[in-house]
């Protein structure tokens, strides 16, 4: 029970990315740098091509292309970015990175949903998911991590254990020898 409890506490440090997410991130800018680009005003998509690199506020996406549509005028935006792989990097309030990287990485702005796909990672601190198909929906906290279910593919969870600070006694301890002539 015990370690069924840290395994769900080590995913909850995980998957709370966006709770810790620096809150003005979302509220500055974005900035899209990329080699060319190209828009299709009819079908509401631009398509930048690489390298692409994205960043607002702390966060950092990089990519082969980028593609930014919409299915209609106020339905919200969807941003896919491809590479081998496209990453995204985010530094939380507390200064630390959190990270993802995938062959493809969707985001809708609308439901706030990240999708990884191809040979997906999400991490922090050291802590990581893998597999073939991560799914987050950032404001319900939310994962799906899936395998392709073929052969030996599996989708894996490496937590890593509690930062424990070492107790230093006032009194320095004596020394066994001692303890025994009492």
């Known amino acids: 029970m015990k370690y069924n409890q840290s ?12 709770s810790y997410a620096a809150v003005d991130d979302l509220k500055q800018e974005v900035k899209i740098a990329a080699a ?22 702390s966060i950092k996406m990089n990519a082969d292309e980028l593609r930014v549509f919409s299915k209609e005028a106020n339905s919200g935006k969807t941003l896919v970015a491809t590479g081998n ?9 507390d200064g630390r990175p959190a990270t993802a990287s995938a062959k493809e990485i969707r985001y809708e702005l609308a439901t706030r949903t990240l999708t990884l796909l191809g040979d997906a990672t999400l991490e922090q601190e050291g802590s990581q998911v893998t597999g073939n198909r991560i799914k987050y929906n950032i404001g319900l906290q939310q994962l799906i991590a899936e395998s ?4 030996n593919d599996r989708v894996i969870t490496i937590i890593q254990p509690e930062a424990y600070q070492e107790e230093t006694p ?8 001692k303890q025994e002539q009492q």
Request: hydrophobic share 40%.
């Open 148 to 151: 392709t279910g073929e052969g």
């Open 36 to 57: 060319s680009q190209e828009a299709d005003i009819k079908n509401n998509q631009v398509i930048f091509f690489g390298p692409v690199e994205v960043t607002q506020g």
């Open 85 to 93: 792989p496209a990453t995204y990097t985010q530094i939380m309030e």
């Open 7 to 18: 395994i769900l506490a080590g995913l909850l440090c995980l998957l709370s990315i966006s």
């Open 170 to 177: 006032e009194t320095p301890a004596e020394p066994i020898e």
